[in-house]
């Protein structure tokens, strides 16, 4: 094994015991037919099944297999992280272990980074048509509110698969934010950038770890991470309203001098309190995301926790 190769995968693992041989088969051979020097960092991302089993057995045929071990489950953007932390090679491909970002993809892009002096290749999903409508609406609606609500563009369709050189990495590794939105802080790292486009294929082996509630969190953790817009609309609301709330204050003034006073409407009264204080709340709420997420940060605890590197 090379000290420092031309090219390191980094493959975050979790329960992907199913996986794992398939993705091996696979990328290998492929690997292999690149003369080029290799390794892959593979994160076991604490997973409860015997993926870890799995890749020390692979290991012994594959010796460009470095193993890193968490001591628990720390999610795929930690998982990523480590493994960026760990590889060592003078471009790195972040990939799935279910065979989603299609290896077939790498000499591709291997040869644009040699050829056309970028620093990062990226594999653009080119139609989406296999995902859910409702899948697709979200997405879309996600990219549409980020690159509305921040100064930053990430690109559309774009995963986590995407080649970048060393020195991009190290741009990446130095933002020592916990919350680690990946998407956002390969954008903030910028480069000259050029693009794949592939169709991703559905799920090989095993089980999506996404679900709505999980995707929607990560979209929060995204928008939060990168824009403090959502805290600019209560006071932009706030102001529509007083304006509003004024000018009909000056309009009932005006008729309860000219016509007297009419009987009080508690049902509208109620329904104003009522609107008013869910306003309030939201504010509230949107303020304490952000709050929440000064707290975290300022504990500086580690991003994740290796039990061995094998
Ligand atoms: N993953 C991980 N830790 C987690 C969840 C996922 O390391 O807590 C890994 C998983 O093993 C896979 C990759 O992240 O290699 C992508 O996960 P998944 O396929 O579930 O996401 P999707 O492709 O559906 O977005
Ligand atoms: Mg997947």
């Not at 390794?39 to 594959?62: M, R």
Request: with cysteine.
């Amino acid at each position: 094994m090379t000290k420092n190769p031309e090219l390191s995968i980094v493959l975050p693992c979790y329960n992907e015991s199913e996986a794992v041989d398939s993705f091996f088969k696979k990328i290998v051979p492929i690997l292999d037919g690149l003369a080029l020097s290799y390794e892959i960092v593979c994160v076991n991302d604490g997973s409860k099944d015997d993926t870890l089993n799995k890749l020390i057995k692979i290991k012994e045929t594959v010796p460009q297999l470095r193993i890193v071990d968490f001591s628990k489950n720390f999610g795929k953007d930690a998982a990523m992280s480590a493994g960026l932390d760990f590889a060592t090679g003078q471009c790195v491909i972040p990939m799935d272990c279910d065979l989603q970002d299609p290896p077939e993809l790498i000499p591709k892009m291997v040869k644009i980074w040699k050829s056309k002096n970028v620093d990062v290749v990226l594999a653009k999903r080119e139609d989406r048509s296999d995902d859910s409508l409702a899948k697709r609406l979200t997405a879309w609606l996600f990219y549409k509110s980020f690159n509305q609500f921040s100064d930053l563009e990430i690109p559309e369709n774009v995963g986590d698969f995407r080649l970048m050189d060393r020195k991009v990495v190290d741009v990446v590794k130095s933002f020592h934010e916990r919350k680690r939105f990946m998407k956002g802080l390969f954008a903030l790292a910028g480069f000259k950038t050029a693009c794949v486009g592939y169709k991703r294929p559905i799920r090989a082996e095993g089980q999506s770890k996404w679900n709505y509630w999980k995707l929607w969190n990560y979209a929060l953790d995204g928008i939060t991470s990168f824009s403090t817009f959502p805290l600019k609309l209560s006071t932009y609301f706030g102001l529509l309203v007083t304006t509003l709330a004024f000018l009909r204050g000056i309009w009932i003034l005006i008729r309860t001098l000219i016509f007297g006073i009419d009987v009080p409407g508690y049902a509208s009264l109620m329904t104003a309190i009522l609107f008013f204080g869910g306003v309030q709340l939201i504010s509230l709420g949107i303020i304490g995301e952000y709050v929440g997420r000064i707290y975290l940060e300022t504990k500086r605890r580690p991003l994740y926790v290796v039990r061995q590197v094998l």
